[in-house]
């Protein structure tokens, strides 16, 4: 494989991993309802995050990063 080729692919994965980022950013977090606290309060809503969504989400943009990174370096050497 070429170093022009190999930069591509990896620039390519790089997009790849951060769609999948978007897609697991959007079902980090979910409103709940919340029971009031006297009798008679309204309800009142809450936001809570999903834990493995959100390391998953850190992890695809991390990863997109570094081929980033590495692609772009790998495209610059073989010009």
């Not at 951060?18 to 980090?28: D, K, P, Q, R, T």
């Amino acid at each position: 494989m070429t170093g022009k080729r190999r930069a591509v692919v990896e620039l390519v994965a790089a997009v790849v991993a951060l769609a999948g980022a978007a897609l697991s950013a959007a079902n980090v977090c979910a409103i709940v309802d919340v029971a009031p606290i006297t009798a008679g309060e309204p309800p009142t809503t809450s936001v809570t995050y999903s834990p493995p969504a959100l390391v998953l989400t850190l992890l695809l943009v991390t990863v997109a990063g570094v081929l980033v990174v590495v692609g772009a370096a790998r495209w610059r050497r073989s010009s």
